[in-house]
């Protein structure tokens, strides 16, 4: 096993992805080693000493790739430390407060239960206009106080710097 952390991620229409791409820089930037790359593309998890799973919510359900991925998964996941992260509460305020404190889909307890990530984390999300599909647009135009970037980068940087100070105190380069 190399001692490389994956950050794997669902994206929609990219906000999740450049969340996903921020803590993998944030990663290296600490030293580590991390391959950044969509659930869909991940074929082997030998390499990785560490993962971090982050997908975007939708109505608070969790894209079915990455749910798919947490699902076939779990048993190495479970051996191994992991994070997992969700983006996509819009509006101020305390992203988990806007889920009334939940953290993943009630769903998904059994497979959060196996795995025990070492932390679950939700960030705001970002609507990009111009990257929705007709019905999305409808929606949004509705309620534009719940359109742009709501993400909160230095909350994320935080949160990923944690993650590294996490793996490099446990031995993971």
């Given at each position: ?9 669902s ?41 971090v ?53 009630k ?40 359109q742009?970037?709501?993400r ?22």
């Open positions: 096993m190399e001692e490389k952390v994956l950050v794997a991620f994206s929609k229409h990219g906000a999740t992805a450049e969340i996903a791409e921020r803590v993998g820089q944030t990663l290296r930037g600490s030293g580590l080693k991390v391959d950044v790359l969509p659930v869909d593309m991940v074929r082997d998890l030998t390499p990785y000493r560490a993962f799973v982050g997908t975007a919510a939708y109505m608070f359900r969790w894209r079915s790739d990455a749910v798919l991925f947490l699902k076939k998964r779990q048993n190495l996941l479970a051996q191994r430390p992991t994070w997992l992260f969700s983006s996509g509460p819009l509006g101020k305020g305390d992203p988990v407060e806007l889920l009334k404190g939940q953290r993943f889909p769903s998904l307890q059994p497979i959060i239960d196996r795995i025990k990530p070492r932390d679950v984390a939700v960030f705001h999300g970002f609507v990009n206009m111009q990257k929705l599909n007709l019905f999305e647009k409808f929606v949004f135009n509705r309620q534009p106080a719940m742009g970037d709501f909160d980068w230095d909350a994320i940087i935080s949160w990923a710097n944690t993650i590294a100070a996490d793996l490099k105190k446990s031995g993971a380069r």
